[in-house]
């Protein structure tokens, strides 16, 4: 099993900008984290953060028959991104949505969000620890998948 963790534009200068926002937290060490969970739970785990909205649709396309589950912050993108949307949609793998900030309490810019619909689920306002909540849901989501693949294995098996 496998999942990407995409990150959107200036979630590379994390621990620098707005910190009253977005905390101390670095990126590097949301990952760590992330990777620490994921070795738990015998998943392998890509990061891939970009400021441009073509490479992030790349990426995105890249899962498809790579990965079995995407976790992405698509950052400011998530407000204006169609095309990244349609690269959700299809690819059609489960996709949990990350925003550090409570983006319903900010600014009514951040109110649209393009990504939502075509997500699995959104977890926003927790800080960096949101993106630990993803990865427990996404071990849960990644578990069902395997539970499901090893079904239909034994009933393959039984005819
Ligand atoms: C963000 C919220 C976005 O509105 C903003 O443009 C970001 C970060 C968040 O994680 O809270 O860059 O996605």
Redesign the pocket.
């Known amino acids: 099993m496998k999942i990407a963790v995409i990150q ?4 590379n200068m994390l621990g620098v900008r707005e910190q009253q926002i ?1 905390g101390p937290m670095k990126l590097e060490q949301i990952h760590a984290q992330m990777k620490d969970v994921a070795t738990q739970n015998n998943i392998e785990i890509e990061f891939f953060q970009s400021n441009l909205e073509g490479e992030i649709v790349d990426k995105i396309q890249e899962c498809f028959g790579d990965a079995q589950g995407i976790i992405i ?1 698509a ?2 993108y ?2 204006t991104s169609i095309a990244i949307r349609d690269a959700i949609s299809a690819v059609n793998l489960p996709t949990i949505e ?4 409570n ?1 319903h309490r ?1 600014e009514e810019f ?1 109110k649209v969000n393009m990504i939502a619909p075509v997500c699995t689920s959104s977890i926003v306002g927790f800080g960096p620890f949101g993106y630990h909540l993803a990865m427990v849901g996404m071990t849960q989501i990644m578990n069902e998948i395997h539970a499901a693949q090893e079904a239909q294995k034994e009933t393959a098996q039984a005819k």
């Open positions: 959107g534009p200036n979630l977005y912050n950052a400011a998530t407000h990350v925003h550090i900030s983006i900010r951040r």
